[in-house]
């Protein structure tokens, strides 16, 4: 009989001994503080129905595309993953059966963010002490299974559990934030945040735009026929958000660019886009235009201004077609930041009530454009790693490319960005267990003394997130 499967207690630290002690001191002062989530993508109407997370593959397999996109690289499919259905294909309805094919699949995701993710959820959270595989599925589906549909794996209760002391959810720009409503009334309205999303809104040339722009202007009770009412409903759903206790707005655009347009320039492509009429680089130059829109927009109301560039959405088209947003294979791409964010650092990078966080998929550019640019321009600050670069090496480069032009302060602190909750405390527990192997290395090589790594650690993990994402005054 194998031994039961556990997690060794250095996992993700150095190797070094000399080092891995250090990092062990540091680790310790920073593994059991709350969690300060404040961007992520749980849904909000699963804490205000505060209801059963369904199965285990619902909870785990299916919504989760780090671990379909794996699986489906080695021969899966969508279907087959219980994603949806295809003109050739049904999708499985068994949520056992897919559980197997996860399962039969483990083998793929060694040495990936991925299973350092989920081995911590299985472990830690369900207590499961077989390895996953095909013989050992049947067993776990039930363990799991028995697990979710206690009382004590409801949603608010895990937020106590995972000692998440406040989470950001991120939420369309039409919301009617009716739930956000629903668990301030019930006592988590200073725990559970949105989030401003306004991306469909700002890319004319999509095919949901116009369905968009009609959501926003139910929402805001603003007739939009012009520019400039569109520009006003924005504000009002802004004002709403900020009411309902929102910290942040959250922006995705493929590029980084900020140029603005005069304002008869940005009425002509508005009005084109309304008519049918607009064209790609018009769509584009109208986006970047936008940013700088919101930005001005954050110095009067407040909100941080997040930016998420560098991402091809939807590199498959078909998987596009068949099963929506986040399901097509998104796929990194170069991107440029130092000319591209001049407009906005030019116009607000020292103005007192701005503040923007950039993230980036594109490693070269930390340690020559932004770690740089956050190590001068007072409003902006040098967002963790995410997607694609939340793996355990990647922050480790991430730290040592950008830390010595950026420092410490001029950080975010760690951001999971995530779905899957369950993740979210394995997540931040692989960034403070990086950040201390990074901070024991500098205290063995004499360059903080233990007291300030220690201090540095909690700094990361707890007060730079809270600082970084102030509530709007």
């Known amino acids: ?52 997370f369904g199965d285990p593959a619902q909870l785990f397999v299916v ?34 059966e897919i559980w197997r094919r996860f399962c039969a699949g483990w083998q793929h995701f060694r040495g990936t963010p991925t299973r350092y993710w989920l081995e911590h959820a299985f472990v830690e959270i369900f207590g499961v002490t ?28 895990l937020l106590d559990t995972f000692r998440i002391e406040v989470i950001a959810t991120t939420d369309p720009a039409w919301a009617s934030l009716e739930d956000h409503t629903r668990l301030a009334k ?7 945040l949105p989030t401003f999303r306004p991306d469909p809104l700002l890319h004319v040339d999509r095919t949901t735009w116009r369905e968009e722009i009609d959501l926003l202007g139910r929402a805001a009770d603003v007739e939009i026929g012009s520019y400039e009412t569109y520009l006003a409903a924005l504000r009002v759903q802004r004002q709403r958000f900020v009411e309902a206790g929102a910290r942040a707005t959250d922006h995705g655009h493929l590029a980084a660019d ?23 680089a018009e769509a584009e130059a109208f986006s970047g235009h936008m940013l700088f829109q919101m930005a001005a927009m954050s110095t009067e109301d407040g909100l941080v201004m997040q930016l998420h560039p560098g991402v091809l959405r939807n590199h498959a088209t078909a998987p596009f077609a068949a099963f929506g947003p986040d399901k097509g294979y998104d796929i990194p791409v170069v991107t440029e930041f130092t000319r591209s964010l001049r407009p906005i650092l030019d ?11 950039a993230f980036t998929v594109d490693e070269d550019v930390y340690s020559r454009e932004l770690a740089p640019l956050a ?29 010595e032009t950026a420092g410490f302060s001029n950080m975010s602190g760690f951001v999971d960005d995530t779905r899957a909750f369950c993740s979210i405390p394995a997540r931040h527990d692989l960034a403070r267990r990086v950040d201390a192997g990074y901070l024991a290395r500098l205290v063995a090589e004499h360059r903080l003394d233990l007291d300030e790594a220690t201090e540095t650690a909690v700094d990361l993990a707890y007060r730079l997130p809270l600082a970084a994402y102030p509530a709007p005054r």
């Open 186 to 192: 019930d006592g988590y309205g200073d725990r559970v």
């Open 258 to 280: 900020t140029t603005p347009l005069d304002d008869l320039e940005a009425r002509r492509v508005f009005d084109a886009a309304l008519a049918g009429a607009v064209t790609a």
């Open 375 to 403: 190590g001068v321009y007072p409003a902006l600050r040098l967002g963790a790693p995410w997607w694609f670069l939340d793996a355990p090496d990647a922050m480790r480069r991430f730290r040592e490319s950008a830390t």
């Open 1 to 52: 009989m194998s031994e039961p499967w556990t997690l060794h207690p250095d996992r993700a630290l150095p190797a070094d001994p000399t080092v891995r002690g250090i990092a062990r001191e540091v680790y310790a002062a920073t593994r059991d503080l709350s969690i300060v989530s404040m961007h992520g993508h749980v849904p909000v109407e699963w804490f205000a129905q505060d209801s059963s």
């Open 63 to 96: 919504p989760d595309h780090y671990l379909t996109r794996m699986l489906v690289s080695q021969g899966e499919t969508l279907p087959r993953l219980g994603v949806g259905s295809t003109e050739t294909e049904a999708v499985e309805q068994d949520p056992r």
């Open 130 to 157: 077989q390895r996953p595989s095909a013989a050992t599925a049947d067993a776990i589906y039930d363990q799991v299974a028995a697990r979710i549909e206690s009382p004590e794996f409801r949603p608010r209760a």
């Open 347 to 357: 116009a607000f990078g020292h103005h007192p009530a701005f503040r923007m966080i």
